[in-house]
Structures are given as structure tokens and as C-alpha cells.
């Protein structure tokens, strides 16, 4: 109980930070940013951390920054259209110290490669138009905190319901042939997902 709190508060202090990083962010890119958007996927992302450290205290300190970054990228996507860079540094920075002090750096490097590559290929063939390069580093973040099988579980759930999605809003008629739609969510979903196929 004491391992969920804190890891409930760590995400509630992380995610809020987040938020503010992604927000300023917006002002120097002078960008819109509908600041009433987000705070669902931040309280998804706070019970998921509880979750994880309630059945896994010890893992939850390499899956809590993977949890929130997606987070963060969900509710700055949605707010701007936009996965900023400087929300993401922090959580980068983050495990990189992790991994540094008690992981393995090349695994680190390996899961941020497999999970980031297909998104950067989809990136340049399009030349920006069916990937952003947010969700492309976001992607890299995902693969780095969770290794290389499960980032790249996370990003296929992510593709297949992002590809439903579409389609659905296709066909009710919410969206039009052509639309960008932010892929960030997406993510955060199947990093969710796998984080608690992890610990089942």
C-alpha cells in the first residue's frame, strides 16, 4: 500500500511538471495549447503507476517514467497537436542515470533503437506527413524504459488501435480522408497494456 501511494504521488508530481514543461514549451514554439485537455490520461497514468507498485514495488521504479512519459505526450498531443522535447528530456535523463547506476546502458539503447526505428523509417517516407517526430522520440523513450520486446509489443498495440480509431472516425465521419490525427495516445494505451502484461 505504502509502494502504490508513493508511486501515485511520484506520477501526480511528474505528470503535473510534465504538463507545465509542455505548456511552456507551446509559448516559446508559439503554439496553441487548450490547457483543459490531458487530465484524464494523467489520472490513468497515476492509477497505472499505483497499480504496478501495488503488485511490483521493485519494478515499478524502471516502468514508472515509461508510464508517465506517455502520459505527458497524450495530453500535450492532444492539447497542441505536439510532442515537445523538453518534457521528454527529463524522463530521458531519468533513466538514463537508471541505467547508468543499475541497469544495462546498452539495453537501454537497444530498446530505444527498436522501438523508435519503424517510426523514424514511417517519419522520412512520408517526409513528416504520417509520423511526427515527437512521436518518433516518444516512441524511443517507450523501448528504452521497457526493452526491446515489450516497446515493440507496446508500439504494435499502439499501430492496430490507432488504425481502428481511423478507421471509425472514418466512417462516422468525424474525421476526413487525409486528416492527421495525433498518434501520442495511441502510444500511451499500448505502453499501458504492456507495462500490465508485464506484471500479470
Known amino acids: 500500500m505504502t509502494a502504490a501511494l ?15 514543461a509542455s505548456q511552456a514549451a507551446a509559448e516559446i514554439y508559439g503554439v496553441p495549447y487548450r490547457s483543459g485537455t490531458g487530465a484524464w490520461w494523467y489520472a490513468a497514468a497515476i492509477a497505472c503507476c499505483a497499480c504496478v507498485a501495488s503488485r511490483h514495488p521493485v519494478r515499478a521504479f524502471e516502468l514508472v517514467p515509461a508510464i508517465v512519459a506517455v502520459a505527458i505526450g497524450a495530453g500535450s498531443d492532444l492539447a497542441s497537436g505536439f510532442v515537445f522535447d523538453l518534457p521528454l528530456a527529463f524522463v530521458a535523463g531519468a533513466m538514463a542515470v537508471r541505467a547508468v547506476s543499475f541497469g544495462d546502458p546498452m539495453l537501454l539503447s537497444i530498446g530505444a533503437g527498436a522501438t523508435a526505428t519503424p517510426l523514424l523509417v514511417l517519419y522520412l517516407l512520408s517526409g513528416g506527413r504520417a509520423m511526427g517526430l515527437g512521436d518518433v522520440k516518444l516512441a524511443a523513450v517507450i523501448g528504452a524504459a521497457l526493452g526491446p520486446v515489450r516497446g515493440c509489443v507496446a508500439l504494435w498495440v499502439a499501430l492496430v488501435l490507432a488504425g481502428y480509431a481511423g478507421a471509425l472516425l472514418l466512417l462516422c465521419g468525424r474525421v476526413r480522408r487525409g486528416a492527421t490525427m495525433p498518434f501520442a495516445p495511441a502510444l ?13
Request: aromatic share 4%; glycine share 18%; with cysteine.
Open 6 to 20: 508513493g508511486a501515485g504521488l511520484a506520477a501526480l508530481v511528474a505528470c503535473c511538471l510534465g504538463r507545465l
Open 188 to 200: 500511451a494505451v499500448g505502453t499501458w497494456i504492456a507495462v500490465l502484461g508485464a506484471i500479470a
